[in-house]
């Protein structure tokens, strides 16, 4: 393969984009293959720096064919924005490079450079092809399991798009809607081989200083006793409004920029601005809108109207709606679904997207948040804007003749009287906001104020932004992360009852409002609150269909409080939504019911959901599932008007490319009679109605549907997409998976496979440590011998892909024990669906002792009478049993000392089992299988196993055969979850070792390894 070199960068960003490169993202280009990433980029609103992400990516192309420490390039990007509504544009422009890189793998000759940066990309990965693109790219949105393709490889190019909130609580220890089993994943991959870029860096001040302080405890030499060999993470701050103090090291346009015609225009565009006071915004805002309609100022204008609240934006919609009813208007604030978004984004392209013509077709309007300040890539003609801090309102005009068209742009900036009252500052902008209307009336005492960018640089005077004006987030002090608050956040199985806010990590002493995510079921309203559990676990939740909401919103709605007032909530996650003064609202406290036709099922896993009953069990990043007979959109957030509340089936389909159906009676409450013939066929047995009359039973509905059925479907389901589906459902290629509701009176209908032709690749089972099918189900029965082969082989590769410094046996020797503990025959009679004494009658399985099993229950219920009838006790963990065989084993026979070629293990001495024998290399190994299901940090769970069996197995072990054996007065006697048992102190020795991070990325390394050995042999890729 020819190598990269940044000779090819101008080919490749033509390839990619279909234009040149501007000359600063040339050389910072140039700076970046050579390792020298500047700590902070100024780049002004318009001038493209969301390319930094092709740069990146671009970068680690060239290094790719080096080895560390020469290549300093990052696998993992992380562009991150403190926004509810993560950067569309950057995730839109990484999103378009990787498929284009997909693309040059099949056309060579029409994308040549295109084809090596692949190729490139691809000799850093270990994932398999048909398993993983060159490049993978995707947002973290939160607070739904199993969808986590970030958290798959540590080895796979990626591009994430996050907000500071998802990246900054993965990093500490706490993801926000990350289980805590699965945080130590998501901990480690921020915080090796990472580049992170945090935009508009100053106004995320304490968020940064947090980092820097990361930085410096992910030191070896300070602050551990070894390196894993793996670099940190390396931070650039980005922003287009620097205060005064922003310092001169910032890389930033220079003269060759300037004479770049495209970058002239948008620098040179002038964007002149009104000023008004105001008594009654909404209406005024309007009012000013009809008035420059009527005056011909509009006539096919794209007006954009940014306001500082949630409600406020409500107001203006409903005011707009009325007044220009044939005109679109499209309200965009934070709480939106992402499937509702995406079809906005669809309308609003052709309007006001990037490449829209310089004349506009129509008259439109966007009633907007400051959810649009940053990172979306819209150009308004018209710009009508409530008055915010001065750095806030700069991002706003980045929205006005983005592109420097030839126009001549209209503003007018709004500020109600109310505001200007300095003995009562703003709540969500403090006192910046008179002082900003007192900046703004000074230079527009003899003319309107130009927010063009070269006008208002020339105001400034190369001073920066006053400090004065900035948002009160830009001039927050922040919270001091100290090594005892890390000695907590690392525990992470069991979690200490008490530990640092991380908010207050995130956003400074006065942290920003923190997020809980809500979606609506149509099926709950059928079933009683005891049965949620079970309803949802049929079809989980994913984030394609749950709306970002500020927890306080959701905790007021819920206690019916939100109708004592109406919301003043801001869309910022630095502001918060709380107001102070007279205008605040009663907010609920933690004891406080939830009024019951509210009640919700909280779902944090299939182990761990329960009803909502008070909001004190409503935490930060959790998921709530509403019946849609609860209502509450329209407070909590928006959904367009022909919108359903219930879109379950279109997001699943989404995010786990697998068609899926929900057949209930109160589903399709309207008189179908081909699918009431199914319904009353669902109580025959199998024998009577079996897979193929399923099947046939399927293509029937949709045959109906193509003759005129579909005025009898509800809301959710467009006859041409359930169509589809049904079709899809009866291949027999997909193998149909069906599970039945609990009541027995309908099912949910997938696949076992996933549909070809997507987008999208093949993914692991994530294992968040909750889901237990991720670690011992699978498309057909898989051995114990071979699993444990798979995660050997794969762990290769990974740990020869990689610069650690732990030898390469350690993690082979961890990753042929890990599953040990499976050999318990109770274990067994579960993968066999049996009971004890079944499986202790007839042996094991044909194939001998299994890992993974092909028919187990889906549903929790069903799951729990499993492990009843197999007699294995609640919470048993099959890793902690692994662990005291190989401790067993090791004392009993001992294993070859140290020396070239074998694993470097001391032996034991004799008549210490159960007790870590010396050598430092075996602790690790020990320390990998107890913690590869995210248990044992630092505690193994609590098991009560009054009848545990003597287990034994013959297995291979760095290429020698033993007998390993426990007994059943040695599990009764020294169980793991006492304090004694070594589980604790091995887990505190591992973070002085290796660091809090350290540690956590040798166990993910094992971890992510069985992930996609799992995968691999869901898809038939491994035998």
Known sequence: MTQVGIDDFDAFFREAHDCDPYPWQRRLAAAAVAGTWPPVLDLPTGSGKTAVIDIAVFALACQAALEPPARTAARRVFFCVNRRVIVDAAYERALRLAGRLLEAEASPTRWPTLHKVAAALRQLSTLRPESAPPLDVLELRGGLYRDNRWARSVTQPMVVCTTIDQFGSRLL????????????????????????????????????????????????????????????????????????????????????????????????????????????????????????????????????????RVATARAVHRLLCEAFPDAPVELVIGPMRPVDRDAQQRRLIPLIGPNRPDESAQLSFVVA??????????????????????????????????????????????????????????????????????????????????????????????????VECLAPAARREPAVLLPAHLDLLCQTSPRPALEPNVAQLLHGPQPGEPDVQVCWRADLDAFPPDDWSEVVSLLPPTATECMTVPMSVVRRWLTGAEETGK????????????????????????????KPERRGLLWRGLADNRLLTAVGDLHPGDTLILPVAAGGWEVLGHLPADASPDVAEAASVTARNRPVVRLHPHLFDREWPALQELFTRLTEPETVFGVEDWREALRALADDLQTGAEDKLPQHWPADALRTALHQLADPKLGLLRTPY????????????????????????????????????????????????????????????????????????????????????????????????????????????????????????????????AGLPAGFRHEMLSVQMLETLLGSVGVPPAKPGNAGILPAEPGNVGVPPAGTELDLILYLIGTHHGRGRPLAPVVV???????????????????????????????????????????????????????????????????????????????
Not at 200 to 229: C, M, N
Not at 581 to 588: L, R
Not at 953 to 977: I, M, N
């Open 945 to 1023: 196993d009054l009848e545990a069996p003597d287990v034994a197995l013959t297995a291979e072990l760095l290429g020698q055969s033993y007998t390993v054996a426990v007994s059943h007065a040695w599990r009764e006697k020294a169980p793991p979850h006492r304090l004694d048992s070594g589980i604790g102190a091995r887990f505190w020795r591992m973070q002085r070792r290796f660091g809090w991070w350290g540690a956590a990325y040798l166990e993910t390394i094992l971890r992510l390894a069985d992930h996609q050995s799992s995968a691999d042999e869901e898809a038939g890729l491994v035998s």
């Open 567 to 594: 919301d003043d909530a801001a869309d910022l996650l630095e502001l918060g939504g709380e107001t102070a003064g007279t205008d605040a609202k009663p907010e609920a406290t933690d004891g406080s019911a939830v």
């Open 173 to 308: 220890f706490r993801g926000y809607g990350v289980s805590a089993h699965a945080a130590p994943i998501h901990a480690s991959l921020a915080a090796y081989d990472s580049l992170v870029f945090l935009d508009e860096a100053h106004i995320s001040k304490p968020f940064q200083q947090t980092l820097d302080a990361v930085r410096d405890y992910l030191d070896p030499q300070r602050w551990a006793e070894e390196a894993i060999g793996v670099s940190p993470f390396r931070l650039v701050a980005m922003t287009a409004t620097p205060p005064k103090a922003a310092g001169q090291a910032a890389f930033r346009l220079d003269h060759t920029d300037r004479r770049t015609p495209r970058l002239a225009a948008v620098l040179g565009a002038d964007k002149l601005v009104q000023l008004r006071v105001v008594s009654d915004l909404p209406k005024d805002l309007v009012s000013e809108a009809e008035a420059m309609a009527e005056a011909g100022q509009l006539g096919k204008a794209a007006v954009g109207i940014i306001v500082n």
């Open 742 to 869: 609990p009541d027995g009176r309908g099912y949910v209908l997938t696949t076992r496979k996933r549909l070809a032709g997507r987008a999208d690749w093949s993914l692991p089972l994530m294992d968040e440590g909750e889901d237990e099918r991720s670690w011992i189900a699978s498309a057909e029965p898989v051995t114990l011998a071979a699993h444990s082969r798979h995660v050997r082989d794969e762990i290769q590769r990974t740990v020869r892909a990689l610069p650690l410094n732990i030898r390469e046996e350690v993690f082979l020797a961890a990753a042929e024990a890990h599953d040990w503990g499976k050999a318990d025959e109770r274990f067994q009679a579960l993968l066999q669906r049996a009971d004890r004494t079944e499986t202790w009658l007839l042996g094991a399985s044909p194939l001998g002792l299994l890992a993974k099993s092909d028919g187990l229950p889906l549903t929790p219920l069903e799951r729990r009478q499993a492990h009843e009838r």
């Open 369 to 466: 948040t400051q959810c649009l300040e940053v990172g979306a890539d819209y150009d308004f003609d018209v710009l009508l804007t409530e008055c915010a801090s001065l750095d806030a309102l700069r991002q706003r005009f980045g929205r006005l003749n983005r592109r420097g068209r030839p126009i001549a742009a209209l503003a007018v900036v709004f500020i109600e009287v109310k505001a200007l009252n300095p003995k009562k500052p703003d709540p969500v902008y403090g006192d910046a906001l008179p002082k900003t209307w007192e900046w703004l009336t000074k230079w527009g005492q003899s003319k309107n104020v130009n927010f063009g960018i070269d006008a208002f640089d020339a105001y400034l005077n190369g001073q920066g932004l006053p």
